[in-house]
């Protein structure tokens, strides 16, 4: 008996399988009443209240990577006043991200149980704490420890900012929502510059002084995220719970790991070839510049900036054509025209490289900036701030040696140096090429065999209610672009 049934439910995945690769370019097909919406009319659908909830989980992820990327910004600084090597000092950006995924399990499993905001709170003020912190270390250990302790607090943000901002967005205005929210992350960075620019390298205590500032703000994130109420989406989860004699929640995470297990280990796999896509082409780029180029510190700095508007724009272009053209395409499309760009990126010497660089990161962060979405869309509502988060920072820590990766490989082709020069010079450019081709199009398939699910109600109850394998939608009938679905 238990044989029999065995085999029925491996010829069940089996059907499936064929099922779901048999339907990978059909489901592609837009639909054929898909019109690009003038996306100032599609944020004009938002009411206050979820303008409120964007807002905060904005400025809660821009400031989250503010304060990851001052480290990065002053580690030779940091390094001189330690008494320790840069290489040293990049330790403590090694040790945030191998820790980002206990973040994400501790504070995502929060925020699913207990609610998005308390969990938020709670990750603004670590931050606070630990940006001061940071500011005051006096020794090396006392360096490593703080920012372990900030890499935990980094990775409960994202899962609980994206929930926040997206769980009671329109239906229409999802996609344009999603890319504004994930160039939170890039807007972040730009500030990060800026005020290091400020304050480093004018002010008595150098680079404390960043650090210090950095602290000031998660206090008014605090205050804003205080003054709202729980998002509708979980208000209706506690209904749920009140309503179940025995505990809704539970019985949901478990019914949503039995059933939506396959796809959490893809979105693990998808998320790893992101964060390689979006490290792999950032990380090295201001060595690159600097060593390899010879830029000096403002042109360098310029570039960078550069490189970050273009990440903004395309993030938020193309997380609203999504809506039209379906995640997957939109994704795709990114990285075909991302892999045309590399040449460019990678080898122009003149001042065509500001345009490089703004395209590619343009159609990086143009595939990012559907990710907030595409990750909602696919977890299971009991337990979406967790599913998020974790893919995220699991990818995350998957990537986390794409500048080892580059920079080892980097130096098997040296450059001619000059005589008086004590700095060795490597042809970065090639490697990096090679690297981000190789991902563009690990990016490419991974995405086309994957699911969609996008317009999905993402609502507590309706993952249970569904088979989605059976919402497959007739496209001649103007319907969604793809087979919804949870399960293979």
Same mark, same amino acid.
């Given at each position: 008996?238990?044989?029999?049934?065995?085999?029925?439910?491996?010829?069940?995945?089996?059907?499936?399988?064929?099922?779901?690769?048999?339907?990978?370019?059909?489901?592609?097909?837009?639909?054929?009443?898909?019109?690009?919406?003038?996306?100032?009319?599609?944020?004009?659908?938002?009411?206050?209240?979820?303008?409120?909830?964007?807002?905060?989980?904005?400025?809660?992820? =821009?400031?989250?990577?503010?304060?990851?990327?001052?480290?990065?910004?002053?580690?030779?600084?940091?390094?001189?006043?330690?008494?320790?090597?840069?290489?040293?000092?990049?330790?403590?950006? =090694?040790?945030?991200?191998?820790?980002?995924?206990?973040?994400?399990?501790?504070?995502?499993?929060?925020?699913?149980?207990?609610?998005?905001?308390?969990?938020?709170?709670?990750?603004?003020?670590?931050?606070?704490?630990?940006?001061?912190?940071?500011?005051?270390?006096?020794?090396?250990?006392?360096?490593?420890?703080?920012?372990?302790?900030?890499? +935990?607090?980094?990775?409960?943000?994202?899962?609980?900012?994206?929930?926040? @901002?997206?769980?009671?967005?329109?239906?229409?205005?999802?996609?344009?929502?999603?890319?504004?929210?994930?160039?939170?992350?890039?807007?972040?960075?730009?500030? @990060?510059?800026?005020?290091?620019?400020?304050?480093?390298?004018?002010?008595?205590?150098?680079?404390?002084?960043?650090?210090?500032?950095?602290?000031?703000?998660? #206090?008014?994130?605090?205050?804003?995220?205080?003054?709202?109420?729980?998002?509708?989406?979980?208000?209706?989860?506690?209904?749920?719970?009140?309503?179940?004699?025995?505990?809704?929640?539970?019985?949901?995470?478990?019914?949503?790991?039995?059933?939506?297990?396959?796809?959490?280990?893809?979105?693990?796999?998808?998320?790893?070839?992101?964060?390689?896509?979006?490290?792999?082409?950032?990380?090295?780029?201001?060595?690159?510049?600097?060593?390899?180029?010879?830029?000096?510190?403002?042109?360098?700095?310029?570039?960078?900036?550069?490189?970050?508007?273009?990440?903004?724009?395309?993030?938020?272009?193309?997380?609203?054509?999504?809506?039209?053209?379906?995640?997957?395409?939109?994704?795709?499309?990114?990285?075909?025209?991302?892999?045309?760009?590399?040449?460019?990126?990678?080898?122009?010497?003149?001042?065509?490289?500001?345009?490089?660089?703004?395209?590619?990161?343009?159609?990086?962060?143009?595939?990012?900036?559907?990710?907030? +979405?595409?990750?909602?869309?696919?977890?299971?509502?009991?337990?979406?701030?967790?599913?998020?988060?974790?893919?995220?920072?699991?990818?995350?820590?998957?990537?986390?040696?794409?500048?080892?990766?580059?920079?080892?490989?980097?130096?098997?082709?040296?450059?001619?140096?000059?005589?008086?020069?004590?700095?060795?010079?490597?042809?970065?450019?090639? #490697?990096?090429?090679?690297?981000?081709?190789?991902?563009?199009?690990?990016?490419?398939?991974?995405?086309?065999?994957?699911?969609?699910?996008?317009?999905?109600?993402?609502?507590?109850?309706?993952?249970?209610?569904?088979?989605?394998?059976?919402?497959?939608?007739?496209?001649?009938?103007?319907?969604?672009?793809?087979?919804?679905?949870?399960?293979?």
């Amino acid at each position: 008996m238990a044989s029999a049934i065995a085999q029925q439910t491996t010829q069940s995945w089996h059907v499936r399988l064929r099922r779901h690769l048999a339907t990978r370019v059909s489901s592609l097909k837009p639909p054929s009443n898909a019109v690009f919406e003038n996306p100032f009319r599609t944020l004009a659908l938002l009411n206050r209240s979820q303008w409120l909830f964007f807002s905060v989980a904005f400025a809660g992820w =821009t400031w989250d990577a503010f304060d990851f990327f001052t480290v990065s910004l002053t580690a030779s600084e940091i390094a001189a006043d330690l008494n320790r090597t840069v290489a040293d000092i990049t330790w403590g950006i =090694t040790l945030v991200l191998m820790l980002r995924s206990v973040g994400a399990i501790a504070f995502g499993l929060l925020a699913d149980k207990y609610g998005r905001k308390w969990p938020f709170i709670a990750n603004c003020v670590l931050f606070l704490v630990l940006e001061l912190g940071t500011g005051f270390v006096q020794t090396y250990a006392q360096f490593l420890g703080v920012r372990a302790l900030f890499g +935990i607090a980094m990775g409960g943000i994202y899962g609980n900012c994206a929930a926040t @901002a997206l769980e009671d967005c329109p239906l229409k205005a999802r996609g344009i929502i999603s890319g504004l929210l994930q160039q939170g992350y890039a807007f972040g960075y730009l500030l @990060a510059v800026v005020f290091n620019r400020a304050l480093t390298s004018t002010t008595a205590h150098g680079w404390r002084s960043l650090f210090w500032f950095g602290a000031g703000p998660p #206090v008014l994130i605090i205050i804003f995220r205080m003054c709202l109420p729980e998002t509708d989406a979980y208000k209706a989860q506690k209904q749920l719970e009140r309503e179940s004699r025995t505990g809704a929640f539970m019985q949901m995470a478990k019914a949503s790991f039995k059933e939506y297990w396959h796809i959490m280990i893809y979105l693990v796999i998808i998320m790893a070839g992101f964060n390689f896509m979006s490290h792999g082409s950032q990380d090295l780029y201001p060595t690159m510049l600097s060593v390899q180029l010879e830029f000096r510190a403002d042109r360098s700095t310029v570039t960078m900036c550069v490189a970050n508007l273009g990440a903004i724009t395309g993030g938020i272009l193309f997380g609203h054509m999504s809506d039209f053209i379906g995640r997957r395409l939109s994704i795709m499309i990114a990285c075909v025209l991302g892999g045309a760009l590399i040449y460019p990126w990678a080898f122009v010497r003149n001042d065509g490289i500001m345009a490089a660089v703004f395209f590619l990161q343009f159609m990086v962060q143009g595939a990012w900036g559907v990710i907030p +979405i595409f990750l909602s869309e696919l977890s299971p509502p009991a337990l979406r701030a967790f599913v998020v988060g974790l893919a995220y920072q699991l990818g995350n820590l998957a990537s986390s040696a794409s500048s080892t990766i580059e920079a080892t490989i980097g130096a098997r082709f040296p450059l001619d140096s000059q005589a008086s020069s004590t700095v060795k010079r490597y042809d970065y450019a090639k #490697v990096m090429a090679i690297f981000m081709g190789c991902v563009f199009g690990y990016v490419l398939v991974v995405t086309f065999l994957g699911p969609e699910n996008r317009s999905v109600d993402m609502s507590v109850g309706s993952a249970f209610e569904k088979d989605v394998d059976e919402k497959d939608v007739d496209l001649e009938k103007g319907g969604d672009v793809q087979h919804q679905e949870n399960r293979m």
